[in-house]
Protein backbone atom coordinates (compact mmCIF):
# COMPACT_ATOMS: atom_id res chain seq x y z
CA UNK A 1 0.00 0.00 0.00
CA UNK A 2 1.22 3.51 -0.60
CA UNK A 3 1.63 5.60 2.13
CA UNK A 4 3.85 8.19 4.50
CA UNK A 5 6.10 6.46 6.93
CA UNK A 6 7.56 8.79 9.56
CA UNK A 7 10.36 6.96 11.75
CA UNK A 8 10.67 7.47 14.61
CA UNK A 9 7.23 7.64 16.01
CA UNK A 10 9.20 8.32 19.31
CA UNK A 11 12.02 10.39 20.19
CA UNK A 12 13.68 12.12 23.30
CA UNK A 13 16.39 14.15 22.97
CA UNK A 14 18.74 15.92 25.25
CA UNK A 15 19.00 19.67 25.31
CA UNK A 16 21.84 20.75 22.75
CA UNK A 17 21.52 17.81 20.57
CA UNK A 18 20.65 17.08 16.82
CA UNK A 19 17.84 14.92 15.83
CA UNK A 20 16.92 13.85 12.55
CA UNK A 21 13.26 12.95 11.76
CA UNK A 22 12.59 10.52 8.81
CA UNK A 23 9.99 10.91 5.88
CA UNK A 24 9.65 8.24 3.21
CA UNK A 25 6.75 8.14 0.59
CA UNK A 26 5.94 5.90 -2.19
CA UNK A 27 3.28 7.99 -3.52
CA UNK A 28 5.30 9.04 -6.40
CA UNK A 29 4.05 13.01 -5.22
CA UNK A 30 6.14 15.75 -5.63
CA UNK A 31 5.94 18.22 -3.08
CA UNK A 32 6.51 17.19 0.62
CA UNK A 33 5.58 19.46 3.46
CA UNK A 34 7.32 19.43 7.44
CA UNK A 35 4.45 20.60 10.21
CA UNK A 36 4.83 21.54 13.75
CA UNK A 37 1.80 20.57 15.90
CA UNK A 38 1.26 21.64 19.55
CA UNK A 39 -1.80 21.77 21.60
CA UNK A 40 -4.31 24.40 20.45
CA UNK A 41 -2.54 25.57 17.77
CA UNK A 42 -3.15 23.71 14.97
CA UNK A 43 -0.33 23.16 12.08
CA UNK A 44 2.38 25.24 11.74
CA UNK A 45 4.70 25.07 8.44
CA UNK A 46 8.29 24.59 8.77
CA UNK A 47 9.61 23.92 5.46
CA UNK A 48 7.97 22.44 1.88
CA UNK A 49 10.07 21.06 -0.88
CA UNK A 50 8.32 20.38 -4.42
CA UNK A 51 11.16 19.29 -6.26
CA UNK A 52 14.41 17.14 -5.65
CA UNK A 53 17.24 19.31 -4.31
CA UNK A 54 14.96 22.70 -3.81
CA UNK A 55 12.88 23.52 -0.56
CA UNK A 56 11.70 26.74 0.69
CA UNK A 57 10.95 28.08 4.40
CA UNK A 58 7.49 27.82 6.24
CA UNK A 59 6.54 29.85 8.66
CA UNK A 60 8.75 29.08 11.36
CA UNK A 61 11.86 27.09 9.99
CA UNK A 62 13.96 28.64 12.21
CA UNK A 63 16.15 25.98 14.51
CA UNK A 64 15.19 23.71 11.78
CA UNK A 65 16.60 22.14 8.21
CA UNK A 66 16.00 19.63 5.57
CA UNK A 67 17.06 17.88 2.76
CA UNK A 68 15.81 16.70 -0.46
CA UNK A 69 18.25 14.37 -2.41
CA UNK A 70 15.34 12.10 -3.75
CA UNK A 71 12.14 12.55 -4.33
CA UNK A 72 10.44 9.61 -1.43
CA UNK A 73 12.93 11.42 1.11
CA UNK A 74 12.52 14.39 2.78
CA UNK A 75 13.81 14.52 6.27
CA UNK A 76 13.86 16.84 9.37
CA UNK A 77 16.60 18.24 11.55
CA UNK A 78 15.93 19.62 14.43
CA UNK A 79 18.68 21.71 15.68
CA UNK A 80 20.19 22.48 19.14
CA UNK A 81 19.05 26.20 17.57
CA UNK A 82 15.41 25.52 18.16
CA UNK A 83 14.64 27.13 21.46
CA UNK A 84 11.59 24.84 22.33
CA UNK A 85 11.52 21.78 20.18
CA UNK A 86 8.87 19.47 22.35
CA UNK A 87 6.14 18.88 19.92
CA UNK A 88 4.46 16.11 17.23
CA UNK A 89 5.81 16.74 14.15
CA UNK A 90 3.76 15.54 10.97
CA UNK A 91 5.20 15.13 7.37
CA UNK A 92 2.66 15.20 4.51
CA UNK A 93 2.91 14.98 0.56
CA UNK A 94 0.99 15.63 -2.53
CA UNK A 95 0.96 15.12 -5.55
CA UNK A 96 -0.34 18.59 -6.74
CA UNK A 97 2.55 21.40 -7.26
CA UNK A 98 1.50 24.71 -5.92
CA UNK A 99 -0.68 26.36 -8.94
CA UNK A 100 -3.25 23.02 -8.60
CA UNK A 101 -5.29 22.10 -5.75
CA UNK A 102 -5.04 18.87 -4.25
CA UNK A 103 -5.02 16.99 -0.89
CA UNK A 104 -2.35 16.57 1.42
CA UNK A 105 -1.82 13.15 2.46
CA UNK A 106 0.05 13.05 6.06
CA UNK A 107 2.15 10.29 8.03
CA UNK A 108 1.56 8.94 11.58
CA UNK A 109 3.60 11.93 13.25
CA UNK A 110 6.83 11.97 14.94
CA UNK A 111 6.63 13.03 18.95
CA UNK A 112 9.70 14.34 19.53
CA UNK A 113 10.49 15.18 23.40
CA UNK A 114 13.38 17.35 25.01
CA UNK A 115 14.82 16.17 28.29
CA UNK B 1 -2.92 36.71 4.63
CA UNK B 2 -5.37 34.17 4.80
CA UNK B 3 -6.57 32.59 8.32
CA UNK B 4 -8.91 30.00 9.21
CA UNK B 5 -10.90 29.80 12.53
CA UNK B 6 -12.82 27.59 14.20
CA UNK B 7 -14.97 29.16 17.41
CA UNK B 8 -15.20 25.70 18.73
CA UNK B 9 -12.31 24.37 20.92
CA UNK B 10 -14.27 21.47 22.48
CA UNK B 11 -17.39 20.49 22.06
CA UNK B 12 -19.27 17.11 23.50
CA UNK B 13 -22.02 15.90 21.66
CA UNK B 14 -23.96 12.48 22.93
CA UNK B 15 -23.85 9.58 20.99
CA UNK B 16 -26.71 9.59 18.13
CA UNK B 17 -26.58 13.37 18.38
CA UNK B 18 -26.00 15.58 15.40
CA UNK B 19 -22.98 17.43 15.55
CA UNK B 20 -21.88 20.51 13.38
CA UNK B 21 -18.89 22.17 13.51
CA UNK B 22 -17.96 25.50 12.17
CA UNK B 23 -15.08 26.90 10.01
CA UNK B 24 -14.64 30.22 8.61
CA UNK B 25 -11.94 31.58 6.66
CA UNK B 26 -10.81 35.00 5.72
CA UNK B 27 -9.60 35.53 1.80
CA UNK B 28 -11.20 37.69 -1.21
CA UNK B 29 -11.55 34.74 -3.45
CA UNK B 30 -12.84 31.17 -2.95
CA UNK B 31 -10.01 29.03 -1.68
CA UNK B 32 -10.36 25.01 -1.77
CA UNK B 33 -11.44 23.81 1.33
CA UNK B 34 -10.60 20.97 3.61
CA UNK B 35 -11.86 18.87 6.25
CA UNK B 36 -9.32 16.44 8.22
CA UNK B 37 -9.34 14.40 11.06
CA UNK B 38 -6.49 13.18 13.69
CA UNK B 39 -7.05 10.27 16.41
CA UNK B 40 -4.90 11.01 19.49
CA UNK B 41 -0.93 10.37 18.38
CA UNK B 42 -1.92 9.94 14.91
CA UNK B 43 -1.75 11.78 11.23
CA UNK B 44 -4.58 13.46 9.78
CA UNK B 45 -7.03 11.57 7.90
CA UNK B 46 -9.16 13.93 4.91
CA UNK B 47 -12.82 13.36 5.53
CA UNK B 48 -13.66 15.60 2.76
CA UNK B 49 -12.59 18.82 0.11
CA UNK B 50 -14.48 21.06 -2.02
CA UNK B 51 -12.79 22.74 -4.87
CA UNK B 52 -15.88 23.82 -7.04
CA UNK B 53 -19.28 22.81 -7.74
CA UNK B 54 -21.98 21.63 -5.65
CA UNK B 55 -21.78 23.23 -2.28
CA UNK B 56 -22.73 20.32 -0.07
CA UNK B 57 -19.99 17.92 -0.43
CA UNK B 58 -20.14 14.57 1.42
CA UNK B 59 -17.29 12.93 2.80
CA UNK B 60 -16.25 9.62 4.35
CA UNK B 61 -17.59 8.31 7.66
CA UNK B 62 -21.51 9.31 7.02
CA UNK B 63 -19.64 13.38 7.21
CA UNK B 64 -20.72 16.39 4.91
CA UNK B 65 -19.58 19.89 4.74
CA UNK B 66 -21.41 22.68 3.43
CA UNK B 67 -19.93 26.03 1.76
CA UNK B 68 -21.23 29.17 1.97
CA UNK B 69 -19.77 31.75 0.42
CA UNK B 70 -21.63 34.84 1.92
CA UNK B 71 -20.33 33.52 5.45
CA UNK B 72 -16.98 32.32 4.06
CA UNK B 73 -17.78 29.27 6.33
CA UNK B 74 -17.33 25.25 5.32
CA UNK B 75 -19.16 23.67 8.36
CA UNK B 76 -19.27 20.08 8.65
CA UNK B 77 -21.93 18.22 9.64
CA UNK B 78 -22.94 14.62 10.64
CA UNK B 79 -26.82 13.31 11.46
CA UNK B 80 -25.95 10.93 14.01
CA UNK B 81 -22.70 10.88 15.91
CA UNK B 82 -20.76 7.52 16.93
CA UNK B 83 -18.63 7.34 19.83
CA UNK B 84 -15.54 6.12 17.60
CA UNK B 85 -16.06 9.85 15.98
CA UNK B 86 -14.54 11.42 19.31
CA UNK B 87 -10.86 13.14 17.47
CA UNK B 88 -9.75 16.32 16.65
CA UNK B 89 -10.90 18.14 13.37
CA UNK B 90 -9.31 20.36 11.36
CA UNK B 91 -10.50 22.92 8.52
CA UNK B 92 -8.20 23.65 6.46
CA UNK B 93 -7.89 26.18 3.19
CA UNK B 94 -5.75 26.35 0.35
CA UNK B 95 -5.65 29.55 -2.12
CA UNK B 96 -3.11 27.94 -4.35
CA UNK B 97 -1.05 31.24 -3.69
CA UNK B 98 0.13 30.54 0.13
CA UNK B 99 0.17 27.03 1.37
CA UNK B 100 -2.65 25.18 3.58
CA UNK B 101 -3.52 27.19 6.31
CA UNK B 102 -4.83 24.87 9.07
CA UNK B 103 -7.48 26.17 11.69
CA UNK B 104 -6.48 25.83 15.26
CA UNK B 105 -8.99 22.39 15.60
CA UNK B 106 -12.06 21.82 17.50
CA UNK B 107 -11.84 18.44 19.85
CA UNK B 108 -14.79 16.38 19.85
CA UNK B 109 -15.96 14.18 22.77
CA UNK B 110 -19.11 11.74 22.54
CA UNK B 111 -20.69 10.58 25.78
CA UNK B 112 -22.40 7.22 26.04
Known amino acids: DGGITQSPKYLFRKEGQNVTLSCEQN?????MYWYRQDPGQGLRLIYYSQIVNDFQKGDIAEGYSVSREKKESFPLTVTSAQKNPTAFYLCASTRELKNSAGELFFGEGSRLTVL | AQSVTQPDIHITVSEGASLELRCNYSYGATPYLFWYVQSPGQGLQLLLKYFSGDTLVQGIKGFEAEFKRSQSSFNLRKPSVHWSDAAEYFC??????????FGPGTRLSVLP
Open chain 2, 92 to 101: AVDNLVQNFV
Open chain 1, 27 to 31: LNHDA
